[in-house]
Structure formats: C-alpha cells, structure tokens
Nanobody, 115 residues
Framework: QVQLVESGGGLVQAGESLRLSCLAS????????MAWYRQAPGKQRELVAA???????TYANSVKGRFTISRDNARNTVALLMNSLKLEDTAVYYC?????????WGQGTRVTVSS
C-alpha cells in the first residue's frame, strides 16, 4: 500500500502562485509515475501534470507554461508549483501514484482562486 498526503492548498487571488506538495509513504518502491489530478465542482477529475521516475513530464494543455511538476525520489515527494493562477484552476487537487498497475490517491487539497 502507498499512502499519499497532500499539503499546500488554500485561497489565492487570480495571478498569484501556490505550491502543492505530496509525501508518499508505505510501500513506495516501484512507483513509476507520480501525478496531480484535479476535480472542479460538477466536473470530472482530470490530469493536471505527471512525472515519471526518470523525470519525464506531461502537462494538461490548460496549465502548460504556468504549472511545474517536480519530484524528489529520495524523499518520496512530488510538488506542483502553480503560477499565474486563474479562476478556472479552482478545484480539489489530488496526488496520485502509479505502481505496478495500481493507482493510489491522496485525500485531496482544495485550491480556490478568487478574482
């Protein structure tokens, strides 16, 4: 089992920045991909950004150029730096770990962007 705990959510104004962090614990060996997803009210959960063990990254088109995902394999952490936040970035953000065909999820951290 992998446990994921997110931190760093909160209320910010449009244009500001926020950094989310996620700490993985438990059976963390062989986690291949760590990612951030988000779910806005009334919408489906969507992938925001992902990073493989070797550092390869992928981003949703809506966040490219504004968000940066990073990973510290030694500390079992993944972070998401969110710049130039927009109203539409408001959502609950979930940390995700993919290991041996299984997805593990954190409890989520809420990000609210106000005008």
């Amino acid at each position: 089992q992998v446990q994921l705990v997110e931190s760093g959510g909160g209320l910010v104004q449009a244009g500001e920045s926020l950094r989310l962090s996620c700490l993985a614990s438990g059976s963390v060996a062989d986690i291949s991909v760590m990612a951030w997803y988000r779910q806005a009210p009334g919408k489906q959960r969507e992938l925001v950004a992902a990073i493989a063990t070797a550092g390869t990254t992928t981003y949703a088109n809506s966040v490219k150029g504004r968000f940066t995902i990073s990973r510290d394999n030694a500390r079992n952490t993944v972070a998401l730096l969110m710049n130039s936040l927009k109203l539409e970035d408001t959502a609950v953000y979930y940390c995700n770990a993919f290991k041996l065909g299984l997805h593990y999820w954190g409890q989520g951290t809420r990000v609210t962007v106000s005008s």
